[in-house]
């Protein structure tokens, strides 16, 4: 029988010889870590060449083509990559932005790792806090980045950092809230004093990844200055997705764009990946309408659990009285719109300066390097955002920054989701969202 290696050769001059040699070339540089993956599989039966075939085609088309959109389906993809959403969006996204190079991210290491997270991701068998999430907040955020500007904002370290904290925000979630872990003292709990308990579990429990495995840390060959400003933003980013945070972070950037000073960026960071996190009701209504199934799912299993300890039914965990419509409803008027609107308004404030500074400049797609590696007074750089040595490319020109499209493209499916719902209350269909079309 021949091995792995030489089947995968075959399929690559068999299978890809209609291509142009460029679009080869890009395929190729992109999925080289996850062809190693795949490699593994093969040789230990876990999957065949024709599978094998099938995941190339596709994850090569759509993640070409279809990574940088709001309608992007993370489903899909995961479908088609055999439960490996995270590992094929988190790869193809540190290489688009060229991180991998940038900071000298061993390959088998980053392949080691986001398998190792995908596993973590599966602990517990969640509806909704799963590995597809993570994929999910982790391609959300990268469209965030790249179709408002704020790409433009942020140092080459910064926006590993967004990647690296939206892959690993959820990191062995259990599948039950915090205030579930405080009232029945777990563990986590008691580790971390009953403050964002599981937040505060997905960054330590990432970070272990890293520190117990040489094998799977891509953040070996960081300098001390870059690990821990990398570091300091993760640990922010994460923990302020705790939903007990919500309006008070929502109060803080309003506080912030009444002022003629800069936004802090930390801040800034993390309220965009906590849109992220909560963005699925501003999505299509097919994708919307799967995620809220799923983590409707995870709050009853969590109501199952309660009811079996004899504790009070948290809110939306009672499978017979929670009103499905009238929550959803609800968490679109006062939590979804609100983000998002500051969020456009934040974005405006920070990234319309930068619009009128390039343009006079001709500095129409930049990208800010690293500033804890550039030996200048103003630790400034700017590098074409339009491409890389290692084949990948990105469209990112901050000329092509439309504020006014980004706001009606999560406004207006916003708006058709809340009146679906509303349709669905109006017809007397709350507490069963399976019968929901």
């Known amino acids: 029988m021949e091995s792995p290696t030489k089947e995968i050769e075959d399929f690559e001059n068999n299978s890809l010889k209609y291509l142009q040699a460029d679009q080869i070339e890009k395929i190729w540089l992109r999925l080289r870590g996850l062809l190693r993956c795949l490699v593994k599989q093969l040789e230990r039966g876990e999957a065949s060449v024709v599978d094998l075939k099938k995941n190339l085609e596709y ?13 992007f389906d993370v489903f899909t993809l995961n479908d088609a990559s055999g439960d490996h959403a995270l590992k094929f969006i988190f790869y193809e996204l540190l290489t688009r932005y060229d991180i991998i190079n940038r900071f000298k991210i061993p390959v088998s290491a980053l392949v080691s790792f986001v398998e190792a997270l995908e596993v973590g991701y599966g602990k517990h068998r969640n509806p909704y806090h799963n590995l597809i ?29 967004m990647l690296f904290a939206a892959a690993v925000h959820d990191y062995e979630h259990t599948g039950t809230t915090n205030n579930f872990h405080i009232q029945t003292r777990s563990d986590t709990a008691i580790l971390y004093n009953d ?38 933003l993760v640990v922010e980013m994460v923990l302020a997705t705790d939903m007990s945070c919500h309006f008070q972070q929502i109060k803080a950037m309003k506080n912030f764009l009444q002022q003629p000073e800069a936004i802090d960026k930390p801040k800034a960071l993390s309220l965009l990946l906590h849109t992220a996190d909560i963005s699925h009701p501003a999505k299509n209504w097919n994708m919307h309408h799967r995620w809220t199934t799923s983590l409707l799912e995870e709050f ?40 998002f609107t500051v969020l456009t308004d934040m974005i405006e404030k920070i990234v319309t300066p930068l619009i009128e500074e390039a343009s006079p400049s001709g500095l129409a797609g930049f990208r800010r390097s690293s500033l804890n590696n550039i030996p200048s007074d103003s630790k400034r750089s700017t590098v074409r955002g339009t491409g890389s040595e290692s084949g990948t490319s990105l469209n990112c020109s901050i000329s092509a920054v439309d504020f006014k499209t980004f706001k009606s493209t999560w406004n207006e499916e916003v708006h058709k989701n809340r009146e679906k719902w509303k349709a ?14």
Not at 432 to 437: A, E, P, S
């Open 133 to 161: 999430h993570a994929a999910d907040v982790t391609q959300t955020v990268h469209y965030l980045l790249l179709k408002t500007g704020m790409v433009h904002w942020l140092t080459e370290l910064e926006i590993f950092a």
């Open 59 to 71: 994850a090569a088309s759509v993640l070409e083509s279809h990574v940088d959109t709001w309608s």
């Open 195 to 232: 403050r964002a308990v599981q937040e505060n579990h997905h960054v330590s429990a990432a970070y272990r990844l890293l520190q117990e495995d040489d094998e799977m840390n891509i953040l070996y060959n960081l300098s001390k200055d870059d690990w821990r400003e990398l570091r300091a």
């Open 424 to 437: 669905q209350a109006a017809k007397g269909i709350n507490a069963n969202i399976y019968t929901c079309t």
């Open 300 to 339: 009853f299993r969590q109501g199952d659990k309660e009811a079996e300890l004899g504790l009070p039914f948290s809110p939306l965990c009672d499978r017979k009285s929670t009103m499905v419509a009238q929550s959803q409803i609800g968490f679109i008027d006062f939590i979804v719109e609100p983000t």
